[in-house]
């Protein structure tokens, strides 16, 4: 019975992307390359009405501050964490625990790389100016945009599938309240199910959020609605591209280095025993 749900589930998948893929060459055809021009002219606007003021002294003065603060900070900081704290290490020798379903891992891969390419190239967008603008940063807008498309799917099946998972706990007071552990250099079972509070609050940041980003960035890309909107959806899209940001980069530490031999992990779906029984040991297992 799952291996047939599994079965749909990727050919309902195969079937999304290829229309994806359909909407986004046509969407990008007819855009032009002057599109973005226009749209930041729509949103400043001659007229100075309610939200034009407020974007321009934002976007000229806090946002690409925040931003660039964001991505050096953060970044900072865990380099210290690994320097002083170091990563977690354990026994991949014994008993390994299947914790992601094939199925689960393809969709995270689809999410991991359209994500990145998203951040990659909405930081280039912010930073237009930096870079030149120019073909290379259009380019960026159209890669934007396709990861976008690309996202959308991985989303929306991660809030079916793991949905259960992420719902919040009691364990996830305590976890936070020692930060996961992760300021020790002891291993000591940590109260966490078979996602702790870190990633919990990642997902209700990257999904619910990453969905609202695509509603919002659909509209700045259109131009479909009034320009009093579009100015407020450019404003949101800018905020929350902030704390998606931000936790990326988290979440890209945490489980590159912060754990010896998770991106193994993640590749065969399976972790050591050991590891469970410390970062998850609330999480039952056969």
Known sequence: MQKTTQSGLLSGLTVLLFLTFGAVSAWATASSPEYYQRLITGIVGEDWQKYGALFTLLQSHYFMWIFLLLITAVPLIFALHYLIIGAKHFDHGGKQILFFPLFSRLIHLLGAVSFTALVITGLLITFASFFGGGTFIRSARYVHLFAAFLALPALLLMLVIWLKDMLPAMCDIKWCLILGGYLSKKKVPVPAEKFNA??????????????????????????????????????????????????????????????????????????????VDILHSLHKYE
């Not at 993640?266 to 590891?275: C, I, L, N, V």
């Open 198 to 275: 870190g990633q919990k609050m990642w997902y209700w940041c990257a999904v619910p959020g990453g969905l609202i980003m695509a509603f919002t960035g659909f509209y700045l890309w259109s131009f479909g609605i009034n320009i009093d909107l579009i100015r407020i959806y450019a404003i949101i899209h800018n905020v929350l591209g902030m704390i998606l940001v931000a936790f990326y980069l988290t979440h890209c530490y945490m489980s590159i280095f912060a754990i010896a031999g998770s991106l193994k992990s993640m590749k065969t779906g399976y972790k050591p025993q050991e590891e």
